[in-house]
């Protein structure tokens, strides 16, 4: 075997191993990084334009990040927090792309308003309810509401075509959501990580074994899976950032923070339309309410798409059963994930979630025709021809310990860190790519304890982010300003 030291090794090279990379060479350039994928091209999985919605996570459309209580009032706790964990996003394109590091955001990024639609007394009330308690915070002041339909006919006229007039209706919309292609994006970082000194990217190569020495550092065994031709990498920091391959190498390093956790994988399709006579029609991200006993990640929606510079209409997602862990996966993945220390997690949320798995199977079991009669709850127009199904990527939901169900399932994403701090996996999905940029610099804080509180690397995170270290919530000024600034220079106002 061929060894070779790293001061950072990234598995994987999606939206999360690539952003890391950056925020780590910008602090320090002198870093030596290798990243490693197994595929033999970048960002192809769930960072991949088509395997995800392309939806900049800032939750002014998005429903279930706003449950409704059982007294009726609006739980806001986590569309705030993934309100300000984009607009930490934004900063640091805004950022890369002053520098040069990234290209013009028309490469990556569109504007595209983001709105929510209902119909039916109940939802009308629900989605009035939202707006009320959201519209009263700095960071939702610009969201509009309506009932009118002349009004949302304007904002969404596909959706109010042929619509009964009878019908209780209601939207939102804030102009300046985003279209991001977050496979453009992180191909464009990974091609700025290649041009610089100490940073290594390794195609075509899966991890497998790693195990740490008592010195610390962490040899990591690689495979090339064209040659065969295998190599040990030696590491002072390894991060696991392979999307649902993270959980599999989580399990592999032993890391006692690992234990009990467990995968719960979910499969995806969306429809597609690309007719310009249509997709010309819609210029928006409009996401409605999830059906009952439908998981959180199957909320309905309708999105202009610009990928490669090609613009199309997506619905969906429509969730499947599946024992994959990633699109390019093997079926032999789940039962591969099995432990003595997460046997009774997964066996519970088994057990605990048939309606799921049920809903799930049916789901994957519809026609063409159930799916666009799917659609027609948005557009009531849509014409099965005009449609096309598309396989999404892969999401492995985190199953967790409980001590009151011996497991529970979590639809968010969770960092797992080695007490030392020398080991990092990202698990979960939604929010996911949106919010990388504020999750990766929890981990450089917390992995990089000493560096993140020199003033060196303060001074270059307030250059990088400028509302590093102070809540946009409770400035309403500064919040004001570094919109200003991410909508001009990401060309979103």
Request: hydrophobic residues 40%; contains cysteine; negative net charge.
């Amino acid at each position: 075997m061929i060894a070779k030291s790293a001061d950072v090794l990234l598995v994987g090279a999606g939206a999360m191993s690539t952003t890391l990379g950056m925020l780590l060479k910008q602090l320090d350039p002198n870093i030596n990084i290798v990243m490693v994928e197994r595929l033999g091209h970048v960002a192809h999985e769930s960072t991949d334009g088509w395997n995800n919605a392309g939806t900049g996570h800032a939750a002014y459309c998005e429903l279930n990040y706003t449950p409704q209580q059982a007294d009726g009032s609006i739980d806001t706790r986590k569309a705030f927090a993934i309100n300000s964990a984009f607009e930490v996003s934004l900063q640091f394109w805004s950022y890369l792309v002053k520098q040069g590091a990234l290209p013009k955001p028309e490469n990556f990024i569109h504007a595209t308003p983001h709105q929510s639609f209902v119909w039916g007394e109940d939802n009308v009330e629900f989605l009035r309810k939202r707006y009320e308690a959201l519209s009263q915070s700095p960071q939702f002041s610009d969201m509009e509401y309506s009932e009118d339909p002349r009004v949302l006919r304007e904002w969404m006229p596909l959706i109010l075509e042929n619509r009964d007039p009878m019908e209780p209706i209601a939207g939102t919309r804030v102009r300046y959501g985003a279209d991001v292609d977050f496979g453009s994006l992180a191909r464009n970082m990974s091609t700025h990580l290649e041009q610089q000194d100490n940073f290594e990217l390794m195609l075509s190569h899966s991890v497998t074994d790693l195990e740490q020495q008592d010195d610390g550092l962490w040899n990591v065994e690689l495979k090339n899976s064209k040659t065969g031709a295998e190599r040990t990498i030696s590491s002072r920091f390894v991060f696991l950032g392979a999307g649902g391959g993270a959980l599999p190498l989580l399990q592999l390093s032993g890391i006692a923070e690992g234990d009990g956790y467990g995968g719960f994988p979910v499969s995806g399709q969306w429809l597609v339309c690309k007719k310009p006579a249509i997709v010309d029609k819609h210029l928006a991200k409009v996401y409605g309410l999830a059906p009952i006993g439908a998981p959180p990640m199957s909320v309905p929606h309708l999105d202009t798409r610009i990928i490669s510079g090609q613009k199309a209409l997506l619905f969906g997602p429509f969730a499947g059963f599946t024992t994959k862990f990633l699109k390019q996966g093997s079926m032999l993945d789940l039962p591969k994930s099995l432990r003595i220390n997460n046997l009774v997690s997964m066996l519970s949320v088994g057990k605990n979630n048939m309606d799921l798995t049920r809903y799930l199977i049916s789901e994957a079991m519809q026609s063409h025709e159930e799916r666009v009669d799917s659609l027609r709850n948005f557009y009531p127009d849509a014409q099965n021809d005009d449609w096309e199904l598309a396989e999404a990527g892969q999401r492995v939901q985190i199953i967790k310990k409980d001590e009151e169900k011996g497991g529970k399932l979590e639809f968010g994403t969770e960092v797992i860190t080695s007490a030392d701090h020398t080991l990092a996996a990202l698990l979960g999905a939604s929010p996911g790519a949106s919010t990388a940029v504020n999750t990766m610099i929890d981990i450089v804080g917390s992995c990089f304890p000493e560096r993140m509180a020199s003033p060196e690397w303060q001074s270059k995170m307030k250059e990088m982010v400028p509302s590093f270290g102070e809540s946009l919530p409770d400035n309403p000024e500064l919040l004001k300003s570094v919109r200003q600034y991410t909508l001009s220079t990401l060309e979103l106002d």
